[in-house]
Every structure is written in C-alpha cells, then in structure tokens.
T-cell receptor, first 114, second 113 residues
Framework: AQSVTQLDSQVPVFEEAPVELRCNYSSSVSVYLFWYVQYPNQGLQLLLKYLSGSTLVKGINGFEAEFNKSQTSFHLRKPSVHISDTAEYFCAVSDTSGNTPLVFGKGTRLSVIA | KAGVTQTPRYLIKTRGQQVTLSCSPI?????VSWYQQTPGQGLQFLFE???????NKGNFPGRFSGRQFSNSRSEMNVSTLELGDSALYLC????????????FGSGTQLSVL
C-alpha cells in the first residue's frame, strides 16, 4: 500500500515570492505521483503528474515538481506566486497497475499575502 | 463537455437518518470514485466503480455503500447517519480508472445534526 505525507499543513508566502510545498511518499512498488489543487468551494483539479521519464514535471499555472526516487519526494514549486494561487494543494500517489485508487496527503493550505 | 455533476450541493440530516448522493460523470468515463473530505483527515477513499462493478473499496463501515448504473451515473448511500459523517463528499470520474487523471465534481456538503 502507498502513503503520502505532506510536511506542512499551512504555508504563508508573500506575493511574487517563490514557494515550495513538500511531499514525501511511501511505497514498495513503482508509483505514479500527482499534485491537485482545490480552490474554495470547488472540487480538485490536476496541476501536474509524474508517470515516467524526466523527473522534472511542468504543470499548469507555472507550477513544477521534481520526482526524487532516492528521497521518495515529489515537492511542488513555483518561482513567483500570485494572490490567485491561494488554495489547498494535495499530493497523491498510486501504483503503476492502474487498478488501485489514488491515495492523497492531508493537504497544504497555501496563503498568498499581498 | 460537461464536467462531473454532483447533487445535491448541500444536505442537512439528523442522526439516524439515511442519505443518498448522486454523481454524473463526464460523458464516456466508466470509472467513478468517491472520497470523503474532512478538515482533520483530508481525502479518504470510499470506493470505486468501473462498468457497474465495485473495483476498489476503502476502509469505511458497511453503512457506506454505493452503486453504478449502466449509464455510469453513480450513487452513494449512507445509512444510520452519525455526527462524524459530516463531511464534503467528492465524486471523481476517469476514462479508465485510478492512475489516470481524475476529474472531480464540486462535492456534496453533508451536515449531520
């Protein structure tokens, strides 16, 4: 079984500053990794995913994440945040069989301060 | 394409009652997953249906059940509601199943009084 740990429950950051949201996973098999974002009163939207290949993955809205197998991490980064990035961010993992459900972390609330 | 539609958007029930939530997936999607979201526990997987069959099940009591119809629409039912069942219930659909991109609905906010 897989598990995900999001190390920070809340991250405040000033507008135009860089941000990194941390995610570590645990699995005994190969994995797929995802970041989803949830804006207030909405469902989740996919930001980016890692399936295979390049360990640096670029997503929507200027976000990127790097898969580090040795450290079992998949941290999300953005070089310059905007007020509109204020939301809850979820890291998720599944095995590569395609038949098991996504396991989500508990989320990181990103608050961008003007 | 229309997105994932969940109804109703809000529900208020009392302890001991039962409730049915509905989810209409994106057209052509055969997999529907349900998650319970609470502030303390984050998103917890309830179950997943694929072509009318339950393919995966999370660690929830038998009071939580679901089904999927031939048109891929899905319902989940919670019987004998408890205060702790208050949560946002999210439905997500995908074309082949978990591991693929999930498309989420806006959820049903259930309050149990």
């Amino acid at each position: 079984a897989q598990s995900v740990t999001q190390l920070d429950s809340q991250v405040p950051v000033f507008e135009e500053a860089p941000v990194e949201l941390r995610c570590n996973y645990s699995s005994s098999v190969s994995v797929y990794l995802f970041w989803y974002v949830q804006y207030p009163n909405q469902g989740l939207q996919l930001l980016l995913k890692y399936l295979s290949g390049s360990t640096l993955v670029k997503g929507i809205n200027g976000f990127e994440a790097e898969f580090n197998k040795s450290q079992t991490s998949f941290h999300l980064r953005k070089p310059s945040v905007h007020i509109s990035d204020t939301a809850e961010y979820f890291c998720a993992v599944s095995d590569t069989s395609g038949n098991t459900p996504l396991v989500f972390g508990k989320g990181t609330r990103l608050s961008v301060i003007a | 394409k229309a997105g994932v539609t969940q109804t109703p958007r809000y529900l208020i029930k009392t302890r001991g009652q039962q409730v049915t939530l509905s989810c209409s997936p994106i057209s052509g999607h055969r997999s529907v997953s349900w998650y319970q979201q609470t502030p303390g526990q984050g998103l917890q997987f309830l179950f997943e249906y694929f072509s009318e069959t339950q393919r995966n099940k999370g660690n929830f009591p038998g009071r939580f059940s679901g089904r999927q119809f031939s048109n891929s629409r899905s319902e989940m039912n919670v019987s004998t509601l408890e205060l702790g069942d208050s949560a946002l219930y999210l439905c997500a659909s995908s074309s082949t199943g978990p591991g693929e991109k999930l498309f989420f609905g806006s959820g049903t906010q259930l309050s149990v009084l």
